[in-house]
């Protein structure tokens, strides 16, 4: 046996023989992916030809081995077993063509869900977000692991932990949200449930995607290193930290001049010494060839070959471009050092012995297919159960968000006779679905193939929920972003026979500019696309009681819609169950407990904004513009009301290297059940750098409360929570009076401890304590 296919050795042992045997081909080979579509008859699969590459001759590589396969099942529509069966030969036929054996790993999207023909289509981030809740995010992820390691997928390219700064960027529907806290305690939640599947989760954009100048996609990144470590690190940072995350994905844009992928000091210094991460760091779609033909810091591509792996990138999606004969030639040369490639190598080499790919007994025969005869592939595989789907829908309800209601919701069973739903995304199946789902994604390239899912609509959903009403539907627009107005006379006019109103507005995710939310799908403002507004405003004006819902992928600003509508729902695509789930929260059936992850905005013109504010990011009398939010980070009401009391502070320990302890007990003061999110907001008032207002520091879901039951809250707050980066760049404790905000959200503080840490400063580093630790009591009954 040679010693790389000995289980008994150790990965590290086993990888460094197998490198020592593999010439520079060999070796290179292992450092990019092809781009490849699984066979719809259960064939090899074919190179996916993309107008970013040249054509891939896939007879003329795979002797030398391969290192990843692109996205076999997101590339065309395939049915899941036949892409299994098809995935499985492939890897054969590349086993029998080099002389190692060595297989390659497969990867795939799985942002929403694995973005596979058929399988179930989950709510996007910035909606896992919204639920408050990483338990159930993680059983989501783990579902998610479990379907992508039943058909061969080794690594899923998810979650996306970049920080809302600017909610124009188009890609604020793949984020969780705009406070980092939340973004990593949910992000990291994620990653645990992929990883506990057998699959490689991936961390990305690191670093600084999400803060692109005016909001736009792929854009220079103007931030400080403070802003930097205090804003956008913190989730990553967390996920290496407490996940067992194995890879990290470089993001496209470039901090003050120096593009992620060329930057050592992050990838290598910070990532991998600092954080101690010890995976792979893989390129971003086609992210080191940019580095000559977007950022002009490598003159070829063999230069930006050499930049990539001297920073730490380690592998080249989605195809070979830089790291083939450009990166050879370039090591001939001598312009960059094998040691390099043989860094990246090793790398890779250690974490397809961990997955079992080098095992002597390795079979690409993937579970799915295991017991399945040769004769019956096709549709043996079902990527969308029913516990997938009651799963979805258990997210979906969680997450959405009563922003406003003068009493009208719940509907109730005694809805009114007769319910018009009007609106671009009232009978739209699609209108649920974010822009990496897959029939957002694929299958609007191939018009004409089934969804491969049910897609219920808004109007279906709401007459199905409400079978003693007469529902009726109009558009109004002809799609989201529709500026005609033609159809507001038909629309207006129902709505005017019309009992209740039900607005159905929001989002078309799409891709570069084919949609109003997506990647490449920026907003030059925060208004409603095209002529929703107008369309708002006309409801409005015909007097009937209007509730808004809102599908869509960022937050939007609502003029007048903000103050008179009898209520208002917020959704970020919630998925294939998203319509059952909404239309759930109407009726009362389903009680309200999603919490906004995002500020909505007061005005469609104040961006870039969020709750982190210092106190001149907020309203001043030396600046016309407001940027306070119509509804803050946090926000979100239910069907009851809830009482804050008895707070208890007990701060004996409360020094620079101490800790605290609050308690509060919170009622349910309501006729119906509900469920309040404890929210720990951090002020401090001096500090020697300019710091937000406040800041997330913890949270907790409560369960769901009865009437009149109570719990009581205990929250231990390490000192390390309120350190922050100093003057000289070191992550510090300063003593002094903080005020600890015991809230229901950003803008609704419920009770103030106001604790006084003693001692010198202190520098923390990056073993510091990263939660406050919650825990809950039943209160007895009176």
């Known amino acids: 046996m040679p010693p790389w296919r000995d289980a008994r050795r150790s990965a590290g042992a086993r990888a460094d023989a197998l490198l020592a045997e593999m010439t520079l081909e060999e070796k290179t ?26 054509t891939v001759d896939l007879d003329e590589l795979l002797p030398y081995g391969l290192g990843q396969l692109t996205r076999p099942f997101g590339t065309a529509p395939v049915d899941p077993a036949l892409g299994a069966l098809s995935l499985a030969r492939t890897q054969r036929r590349i086993m029998a063509a080099n002389r190692f054996g060595i297989p390659a790993l497969a990867h795939e999207e799985c942002l929403a869900g694995f973005a596979a023909w058929g399988a179930t289509a989950y709510p996007v981030p910035t909606a896992w977000g919204a639920t408050f809740d990483p338990g159930l995010v993680r059983r989501m992820a783990e579902a998610i692991g479990r379907d992508l390691r039943s058909v061969g997928v080794h690594q899923g390219l998810a979650p996306v932990l970049d920080v809302v700064r600017d909610a124009r960027w188009g890609r604020v529907e793949e984020t969780i949200g705009e406070d980092p806290y939340l973004v990593g305690t949910v992000g990291t939640a994620y990653v645990t449930g992929l990883e506990s599947a057998g699959i490689v989760a991936t961390l990305k954009h690191f670093a600084g ?8 996609n792929l854009a220079p990144v103007s931030m400080g290193a403070r802003e930097l470590a205090d804003v956008v690190l913190p989730p990553f940072e967390m996920a290496v930290r407490e996940s067992g995350v194995r890879s990290v994905m470089h993001a496209y844009t470039d901090i003050d001049g120096v593009p992620s992928a060329a930057d050592e000091p992050l990838l290598t210094g910070l990532l991998r010494e600092t954080w101690g991460f010890e995976g792979t760091v893989v390129a971003d779609y086609f992210g080191i060839a940019f580095l000559k033909t977007l950022h002009g810091v490598a003159g070829t591509f063999g230069e930006a070959a050499g930049a990539a792996l001297t920073a730490g990138v380690d592998v080249e999606l989605p195809t070979v471009k830089t790291f083939g004969a450009p990166l050879r030639k370039a090591v001939a040369e001598g312009s960059v050092p094998e040691s390099l490639v043989d860094r990246a190598v090793r790398r890779v080499l250690v974490q397809k012995i961990e997955l079992g790919l080098l095992d002597e007994d390795w079979d690409p025969t993937p579970p ?9 592939v096709r549709g043996s595989v079902d990527l969308d159960t029913a516990p997938h789907r009651a799963l979805a829908r258990q997210v979906a309800e969680e997450s959405v ?24 995304n009232a009978d739209t199946p699609m209108a649920v679905l974010g822009c990496y789902s897959f029939p957002v994604h694929v299958g609007s390239r191939t018009p004409g193939t089934a969804h491969g899912i049910q897609l219920p609509t808004l109007y279906e959903a709401l007459t199905a929920e409400f079978p003693h009403s007469e529902v009726v539907t109009a558009s109004g627009l002809a799609e989201a972003d529709a500026h005609g107005t033609e159809g507001f006379a038909a629309a207006v006019d129902l709505a005017r026979g019309a009992d209740l109103v039900v607005a159905a507005l929001g989002d078309r995710a799409g891709l570069f500019g084919r949609g109003t939310s997506g990647e490449g799908c920026d907003a030059a403002s925060l208004v409603l696309p095209g002529a929703q507004e107008q369309l708002l405003d006309a409801l409005l004006d015909t007097g009937k009681p209007l509730v808004v819902t809102l599908l869509a992928g960022r937050p939007y600003a609502l003029g007048r819609a903000a103050r008179q509508s009898a209520a208002l729902v917020q959704t970020f695509f919630p998925g294939e169950e998203g319509s059952t789930a909404l239309a759930g929260v109407l009726s009362g059936r389903v009680r309200p407990s999603g919490r906004l992850p995002v500020s909505v905005p ?10 982190l504010a210092p106190r001149l990011g907020r309203a001043t009398e030396v600046s016309n513009l407001d940027p306070t939010p119509a509804f803050g980070f946090g926000h979100g009401l239910t069907y009851t009301t809830f009482d804050w009391n008895a707070l208890e502070v007990d701060s004996q320990l409360a020094c620079t290297d101490g800790e605290f302890e609050l308690s509060c007990t919170v009622r349910n003061t309501g006729a119906l059940p509900g469920t309040e999110v404890v929210q720990l907001y951090l002020h401090d008032p001096v500090a020697s750098v300019v710091q937000p207002v406040q800041r997330l520091v913890g949270y907790l879901r409560l369960p769901e409360l009865a009437p009149g039951e109570a719990v009581r809250v205990r929250v231990r707050v390490p000192a390390d929570l309120a350190s922050f980066t100093g003057r000289e760049g070191r992550r510090l404790v300063e003593p002094g009076e903080l005020e600890l905000r015991l809230s229901a959200s950003s803008t609704d503080r419920r009770l103030t401890a106001r604790v006084a840490l003693t001692g010198p400063p202190r520098e923390v580093g990056h073993r510091r304590s990263l939660h406050a630790h919650f825990a809950v009591e039943a209160v007895p009954r009176a």
């Open 209 to 216: 995607y999400s803060a692109s100048r005016a909001g736009r």
């Open 368 to 376: 799915a297919l295991a017991s399945v005869d040769a004769d019956r």
């Open 29 to 54: 080979a292992q450092l990019y992916g092809v781009w490849v579509g699984a066979s719809a008859e259960g064939g090899d699969v074919a190179p996916h030809q993309h107008d970013m590459e040249e």
């Open 401 to 424: 968000v009563l922003l406003a209601n003068d009493g009208t919701l719940p509907l109730g069973p005694t809805a009114p006779a007769r319910i018009a739903v009007i609106g671009p």
């Open 602 to 611: 007061g005005g469609p013109g104040v961006q870039p904004s969020t709750y």
